[in-house]
């Protein structure tokens, strides 16, 4: 785990979220706001700091056409499914399990909605680590972007003193909606370890050759299909998502109550099914 700071001191989590996961959000449901919420940050900032600042790389865009990539497993049947779909369906609640049914749908990148707060963990995978990775909560995954970038090493001393390196690595960024609202999971590659498997994923392919895509894009799919009611592929805490030819790094985005707390600290060594936070009852803000 890397602390908030010095994820920020190398990422600049201020303009580069964005960059991390694209340009837009998956389909969570918000709470409707003002028109003067809606409106953000003025076109042409008043205080002299915003323009001492050095001007953010750009923000990546989709290319090519978004697909359906889900998985249909082929040795559950229609019960079995179902059941695992319903559990999912009732730890996230009615509001989160059904986006397009009820609430708006969200724009913008990882909106949080309002009460809420963003939080973000970053687990380095060593070598010698156990290089699969698990589903930390119960969700539902919208979308994947796979963002086609380079391969440099991602350990912890090399990522103090690269900046914006989790930005440059190829990396794919799964989307979608826990209890609390958004969430995001993104596996990024490193030295020699550009293949990133997704177990219901069928059409993702990463370190291969050939001609890349237009620099700053990435391509998108959905899986829709994995669940047409909950509109994405659902996953139980544990639930093994995929993993690296080797060691590579995690990347954690999501939003909560400011009540949320990790359960870890930085550099601490986190083991598989070990509890990485909770949120607090009965804390006051």
């Known amino acids: 785990i890397v602390d908030d700071r010095e994820f920020a001191n190398v990422n600049g989590i201020e303009y580069s979220l964005s960059q991390l996961i694209g340009t837009s959000a998956p389909t969570t449901p918000a709470t409707p706001t003002s028109d003067d919420e809606e409106e953000g940050a003025p076109e042409f900032p008043t205080n002299r700091e915003a323009y001492e600042r050095p001007s953010p790389p750009p923000v990546p865009h989709k290319h090519g056409v978004r697909i359906d990539a889900s998985v249909v497993e082929s040795d559950k049947s229609v019960q079995e499914t179902a059941a695992d779909h319903a559990s999912v369906a009732k730890e996230l609640g009615p509001r989160d399990a059904f986006p397009g ?3 708006l749908q969200r724009r913008g990148t990882a909106r949080v909605k309002p009460g809420n707060a963003l939080f973000f963990a970053v687990i380095y995978l060593a ?7 698990h589903s930390p909560t119960a969700w539902v995954v919208e979308k994947r972007r796979h963002f086609q970038g380079e391969l440099f ?7 103090k003193r690269v900046e914006n390196l989790f930005v440059l690595n190829e990396r794919v960024a799964l989307l979608g909606r826990w209890r ?7 596996p990024v590659g490193a030295t ?3 293949s990133i498997k997704i177990n219901f994923d069928q059409a993702l392919r990463t370190n291969v050759r050939g001609r890349p895509p237009p620099p700053g894009t990435y391509n998108e799919a959905v899986y829709s299909a994995a669940s047409p009611i909950l509109n994405g592929q659902p996953l139980q805490p544990g639930h093994e998502m995929g993993g690296f030819c080797l ?3 995690i990347v954690l985005v999501f939003e909560a109550p400011p009540t949320f707390e990790f359960a870890v600290h930085a550099g601490q060594k986190v083991r598989v099914g070990q509890k990485l936070g909770d949120i607090i009852k009965g804390k006051e803000e």
């Open 101 to 103: 049914r009820i609430g």
């Open 127 to 133: 070598p010698g680590d156990y290089h699969r990775f």
């Open 153 to 159: 090493s991602v350990s912890p001393w090399v990522a």
């Open 180 to 186: 609390h609202g958004f969430f995001g999971m993104v």
């Open 192 to 194: 020699n370890v550009g």
């Open 247 to 249: 060691g590579s790094t």
